[in-house]
């Protein structure tokens, strides 16, 4: 496409994408409000320049997630169909734009050359809700892989950015639901340099006792099993995979991971940075999730034995990784 071409399509796409919003909220009367809710022309220029400008698609996919998350709780089969096909419509013609989501696959392929499908695991209970808990290097493609099994499945997807919209929106308060604010700057143990009496009683309180850190996980993993007891879906990350297992929901574990130089090429291509600053990002962002999952874990993040399966996206690529989880879960979806 041509540039202009390719801004004019974006900015096609943003508007129907926006009026698809509004027709979904109206349709489910939800009390959570609409996905979008600045004005018409800010919001459809904001869009567009978030399909135009942003390679890894993150913030994109967590707005169209809302968007269709909302869309199956419609009880209409009429009206949850139709809107359904509009989204579709949007998302395959989103995902022909140059970079929208992501540039480049995550593929070795001498190892998918060596590659064998893996026999089909056994059934869960027909009565349980299908939850598949997904953790992931950074760089090995794990949102994507996520984003797109949610899609095929027709299943709610939810990852950090859904989880604070979401908390926002049944009106907790703003500070103390921020779980990707804490992620990033997780320090449990880190000493500070200067102690804040004040701020520590206004937190104190605020918090119940509770650190201002812990306060965000217990928020968070409430969510996190209300949602598993009542809807199949998909989550990335957040210790979900520990915080089921502790309350004895089921649910189905995934890790994806590659090799980490095919990581580092990856996020060179997908977010345009220099070898330098890819492998200072990756080992920054694997070292936040090593902690963060050990300490509220309870297990070792990225160790075999904690999760049901483990897969080199490196081996199969993004969409045959999505085929693959698909084909075990053959028996369970069809």
């Not at 604010?181 to 520590?200: I, M, T």
């Not at 200072?280 to 399966?309: E, S, T, V």
Request: hydrophobic residues 35%.
């Amino acid at each position: 496409m041509q540039e202009n071409n390719i801004r004019e399509k974006c900015r096609e796409l943003a508007t129907r994408l926006y009026e698809l919003d509004g027709e979904v909220y109206e349709s489910v009367g939800s009390s959570l409000g609409r996905t979008f809710t600045g004005d018409r022309e800010s919001t459809i220029r904001n869009l567009s320049a978030l399909m135009y400008t942003k390679p890894d698609g993150h913030l994109l996919r967590s707005e169209m997630a809302l968007i269709s998350n909302m869309a199956r709780t419609i009880k209409d089969k009429e009206e949850k169909s139709r809107l359904m096909k509009k989204y579709d419509e949007i998302f395959q013609e989103i995902l022909t734009l140059p970079e929208t989501f992501v540039a480049t696959d995550i593929m070795d392929k001498e190892r998918v050359a060596l590659n064998h499908m893996i026999k089909r695991r056994e059934k869960i209970s027909e009565n349980d809700h299908l939850v598949i808990c997904i953790s992931r290097t950074q760089g090995s493609a794990g949102n994507d892989i996520g984003f797109g099994l949610a899609d095929k499945l027709r299943v709610n997807y939810y990852d950090v950015e859904i989880f604070d919209q979401v908390l926002r929106r049944l009106e907790a308060e703003k500070g103390a639901v921020n779980d990707a604010e804490y992620f990033a700057d997780f320090n449990k143990y880190e000493k500070k340099h200067r102690f804040d009496p004040k701020g520590w009683l206004r937190e104190f309180n605020r918090y119940h006792g509770l650190p201002k850190q812990d306060a965000v996980f217990f928020n968070m993993s409430d969510l996190i099993c209300d949602l598993a007891s009542r809807e199949d879906c998909i989550i990335m990350g957040r210790c979900a995979d520990a915080i089921l297992k502790n309350n004895h929901i089921p649910h189905i574990s995934l890790f994806i991971t590659a090799p980490f130089a095919i990581r580092v090429q990856h996020v060179m291509d997908v977010r345009k940075m220099d070898i330098k600053q890819a492998t200072r990002f990756l080992k920054k962002m694997d070292n936040q999730h090593r902690k963060y999952y050990n300490f509220y874990g309870g297990a070792h993040w990225g160790k075999p034995d904690n999760y049901d399966l483990c897969i080199n996206s490196a081996s199969y690529g993004i969409n045959e990784t999505e085929n693959l989880i698909l084909k075990l879960l053959d028996d369970q979806i069809h």
